[in-house]
């Protein structure tokens, strides 16, 4: 079993497209985050979201919006697509946010290339 | 702000050999520092995490270090092989992980 798995694993699409990437975790975990890896495999935050409530909001455009229908899922939603959108994006999860428990367990990446 | 630097460029070193990362941080103290190891194509995996209370972590042939008046953690591979070859990133612990830039080991034969 797949302990945070996010779907689709490649995402190929025009700019000005709308797109999903979803994610789900299977670890009972109450905090889920999506995070962003650029092309120089900097990993930096989006979003977190804390028992399906927004936690951490960083300077994202407002064309990412997350959704948390429950604590197991976190979606992430992506209006008019630009060529700097291109990048892997990652899901992941952990028990609690912040502290020595704030351990990240991260799904494989969805590789979203906007052309 | 926060900051957290790791050595951008790939580390090469021969199989047998000890590996020795670093991660140096400012404008921070961080209680915990964490590892994780990055393959190609996956996510990161957590590896170790270091309270700044403890000098010293091991698993198996991981060590890592947590020097606050450097404000530096080290991480070292001993006995390494080819399979250790990845990105290692090391990240700050707080209410939200900010990681480095990962450094690149590759272990030859």
């Known amino acids: 079993d797949t302990a945070v798995s996010q779907t689709p694993k490649y995402l190929v699409t025009q700019m000005g497209n709308d797109k999903s990437i979803k994610c789900e975790q299977n670890l009972g975990h109450d905090t889920m985050y999506w995070y962003k890896q650029d092309s120089k495999k900097f990993l930096k935050i989006m979003f977190s979201y804390n028992n399906k409530e927004l936690i951490i909001n960083e300077t994202v455009p407002n064309r990412f919006s997350p959704k948390s229908p429950d604590k197991a899922h976190l979606n992430l939603h992506i209006n008019s697509l630009e060529l700097g959108d291109s990048a892997v994006y990652f899901c992941?999860?952990?028990?609690?946010?912040?502290?020595?428990?704030?351990?990240?367990?991260f799904g494989a990446g969805t590789r979203l290339s906007v052309l | 702000s926060q900051k957290i630097e790791q050595n951008s460029e790939a580390l090469n070193i021969q199989e047998g050999k000890t590996a020795t990362l670093t991660c140096n941080y400012t404008n921070y103290s961080p209680a915990y520092l964490q590892w994780y190891r990055q393959d190609p194509g996956r996510g990161p995996v957590f590896l170790l995490l270091?309270?700044?209370?403890?000098k010293e972590k091991r698993k198996e042939r991981l060590k890592v270090t947590f020097d606050t008046t450097l404000k530096q953690s080290l991480f070292h591979i001993t006995a390494s092989q080819p399979a250790d070859s990845a990105t290692y990133l090391c990240a700050t612990q707080g209410g939200k992980l900010i990681f480095g830039q990962g450094t690149e080991l590759s272990v030859k034969p």
């Open positions: 992941a999860s952990s028990q609690v946010l912040g502290g020595a428990k704030n351990i990240q367990y």
């Open positions: 270091i309270r700044k209370n403890e």
